[in-house]
């Protein structure tokens, strides 16, 4: 069951796009099983430095998450308005919604393992390798990569079984 449904809407509200309410359950039992913990405890947001800087380097992030903050950048379409830029490069379909789930599994996973870790230990040791390493090869991100990867096909293997397309045709 889902604990945190309140902040779940809440996060919707302020992407401005729904979610099939069982990509949710779904998000949260594998982030369980690999934590031990399924809460959804996260924030989104498309203001701060980070939100600002993260686009270019040496970060080159759609996101970058610090903390159980997760901050979008001009990388993944935001540039004034995040809930408007967003719906101009991904439409509301459920294909699209996948992509975007995975990349919040991506950042949700980062959230989890700085929790596991600790915060200052996970972050000196990514800040230490990240020199040596492309956001995608890095050590600590292929996990988190992967992670995404396996959501996305979870949203999808989901949506082939047509059952969510059904019951959210208006």
């Not at 967003?86 to 379909?93: H, Y």
């Not at 950042?107 to 596991?116: A, W």
Request: with cysteine; proline share 3%.
């Amino acid at each position: 069951m889902l604990k945190n449904t309140k902040h779940v809407k809440k996060l919707q509200k302020d992407l401005n796009f729904k979610f099939p309410e069982e990509w949710w359950f779904l998000l949260a039992e594998e982030l369980g099983k690999i934590f031990g913990d399924d809460t959804l405890d996260f924030k989104i947001s498309d203001s701060g430095i980070l939100s600002k800087i993260g686009h270019k380097a040496p970060f080159k992030a759609w996101a970058i998450t610090i903390g159980n903050s997760v901050y979008i950048t001009k990388a993944f379409a935001w540039e004034n308005d995040l809930k408007v830029n967003w719906r101009l490069r991904f439409k509301d379909d459920f294909a699209n919604l996948a992509i975007i789930l995975s990349v919040l599994a991506h950042e949700i996973y980062h959230v989890k393992d700085q929790k596991r870790v600790g915060f200052w230990k996970w972050m000196l040791k990514y800040i230490i390798q990240r020199p040596f390493y492309t956001a995608k090869t890095h050590p600590m991100e292929k996990p988190a990569y992967e992670f995404a990867k396996h959501m996305k096909q979870i949203c999808l293997d989901d949506l082939r079984s047509s059952e969510i397309v059904k019951r959210h045709e208006v």
